[in-house]
């Protein structure tokens, strides 16, 4: 088999219990490394919340897919940019003039939330980036300034209230909006566009031109990891991972906080 290029999510998948890189993580991306083998983050996250686990990981220089796929960079240099327009932006912010539940909106590297709130301390705490707060009205002005879309919408709130959300979003945008649920808790909202697999042909096409889906290994956990593993030559799950994701996997290696992906790096490459 020839591995020689690998992606991985990090949420659920890659982290420890500390959300940090384990030792033993640390020691098998080196071993690779060293035999020219790249290791891809690839995340629903933004830049700064991946660039602190690259150093951990000493991949700096790493290409990384941010956004599930909406935002590749090369070199902190974009390379593919997918954002939701403006229009559908209004109709999301629309949905909260009684601000009923919380929104994080996303462009490339900057955050931007109405307050510090619980949700936004808790997205601080996860991801070691610290959000800029604006009113989402006057990010919306600005960026409508600027020809701006999101490349990513967080809604959080109670069950009750994301559920209408959801629907709303549903039927009104069923062709532009891919709509995430990870957590009753959570909606993250994405281009329909774009998703992991996307993002690795993109990379692919540009900067490994000499690999194809045939050459890469890929680890992941939830339901936007699916299509990814599917794709790859060998597809990964950690034993955490959804039902859905376990049934389709090639292999399935130890739990995220049990080293799984350092285990399967050292199994498979």
């Known amino acids: 088999m020839s591995l020689k290029i690998a992606f991985t999510d990090i949420d659920g998948t890659l982290l420890s219990k500390e959300r940090i890189p384990s030792e033993a993580l640390k020691t098998e991306v080196a071993r ?24 951990d990981l000493n991949i700096k220089n790493t290409p990384i897919i941010c956004y599930n796929g909406g935002l590749v960079l090369v070199n902190k240099e974009s390379i593919h940019s997918t954002e939701i327009e403006h229009s559908i932006l209004e109709v999301i912010a629309d949905l909260n003039t009684e601000k009923k539940f919380h929104i994080s909106l ?44 999101a490349h990513k919408v967080m ?37 329909k566009e774009i998703s992991k697999l996307t993002g690795i042909s993109t990379l692919l096409k540009n900067s490994y031109s000499d690999f194809s889906l045939e050459n890469c290994i890929a680890f992941g956990d939830n339901y936007n990891d699916i299509e990814m593993l599917n794709a790859v030559k060998m597809g990964v799950a950690v034993e955490n991972a959804k039902e859905e994701v376990l049934a389709i996997a090639d292999d399935v290696t130890d739990t995220n906080h049990n080293d799984g992906v350092a285990k399967a790096i050292a199994k498979h490459l």
Request: hydrophobic share 35%; proline share 5%.
């Open 155 to 191: 809604c959080m709130g109670d069950k009750e209230e994301l559920d209408i959300v959801m629907e709303s979003l549903s039927l009104a945008f069923p062709d532009e909006l891919h709509l995430y649920r990870s957590k009753d808790t959570y909606i993250e909202i994405a281009s």
């Open 106 to 149: 996303y462009n490339n590297d900057d955050w931007y939330v109405e307050g510090m709130d619980f949700w936004a301390k808790r997205e601080e705490n996860n991801t070691k980036v610290t959000p800029t707060i604006k009113p989402i009205e006057e990010v919306l002005t600005d960026w409508k300034t600027t020809n701006k879309g």
């Open 32 to 55: 690779i490394s060293r035999n020219d083998i790249p290791f891809v983050l690839i995340s629903s996250r933004m830049p700064s919340a991946m660039y602190h686990i690259q150093e």
